[in-house]
């Protein structure tokens, strides 16, 4: 029997607004569980994927790897078009006119998890974003300043836009300061987070990650929630194209229930 992930009747697209632009969103519902189970939010620059994540079973990669695992496990799937970061030169030139993308990501972010609880597809304290990359800081960017959002999932996830060769020599950036993740570690705690990165990312920079990592487990153990925060340190470099290993795709459904959201 095909995964939930599979099957064509279980996904439902649909399509909301945000700053007067087009939220492409596609929902695979937990019926067998209704609102009480876990809703995992992915944006994703892949407009393919949302509206048609049935045809990654002919191109399996690590996004199908992750829906088949998080099906079986019975949370509830909702992929958004990320549209903002889609083009990342594109993000850091509307930066350099002071036109401000990652305020605009968060927005559409809000936007989708105030559509959720609206729609009662999940309940308050159900909410789990997960992204990787670009969309991996636009998860913990929105996590640090929503509180509706109620655990983030970040595999290798942006840290410092200047460590991207896009947004070279824009440490100055007023928008790039503004958005500093830096200054928001107090926000998480004591929500559950998890981060998985390489041991040697040059795409987006060994050193700050395990900077962030550090503050992250500092806060953790300052608030006494040290088991709310998990890094988990990958066999692998980082961007360099090689294949995630399954353990760490294997690694977040147990993660999840050790937090008590599945």
């Known amino acids: 029997m095909d995964s939930r992930q599979y099957i064509q009747e279980a996904w439902s697209q649909f399509a909301i607004s945000s700053d007067n632009r087009q939220i492409i969103c596609n929902l695979n519902y937990a019926a067998e569980i209704g609102p009480h189970a876990p809703l995992c939010l992915i944006p994703t620059q892949a407009l393919n994927v949302v509206k048609d994540p049935v045809g990654l079973k002919e191109k399996p990669n690590v996004m199908s790897q992750w829906l088949d695992r998080l099906t079986a496990s019975g949370c509830s799937i909702l992929l958004m078009h990320g549209l903002v970061y889609d083009k990342l030169w ?14 605009e990501m968060e927005r559409r972010i809000a936007a989708v998890v105030s559509h959720v609880l609206e729609k009662q597809m ?25 509180p509706d959002i109620s655990a983030a999932v970040a595999h290798q996830p942006v840290i410092y836009w200047p460590k991207m060769k896009e947004f070279h020599g824009m440490e100055g950036n007023s928008l790039v300061q503004k958005h500093d993740i830096f200054q928001w570690v107090d926000e998480f705690s004591p929500r559950p987070c998890f981060v ?19 503050k992250l487990k500092s806060t953790y153990s300052r608030d006494k929630v040290e088991n709310k925060f ?19 795709l294997d690694a977040v459904v147990p993660w999840l229930k050790t937090q008590g959201l599945i």
């Open 90 to 103: 594109t993000l850091a030139a509307r930066a350099v006119e002071d036109i401000d993308g990652f305020s």
């Open 122 to 146: 999940a309940q308050p304290g159900k909410i789990v974003a997960m992204g990787s990359s670009r969309h991996g800081f636009a998860i913990l960017h929105a996590m640090a300043n929503n």
């Open 196 to 214: 998985q990165t390489g041991y040697a990312d040059q795409r987006i920079g060994q050193e700050v990650i395990d900077n962030l990592v550090n």
């Open 230 to 248: 998990t890094h988990d340190l990958m066999k692998i470099p980082g961007h360099d194209g090689t294949r995630v290993p399954d353990s760490a």
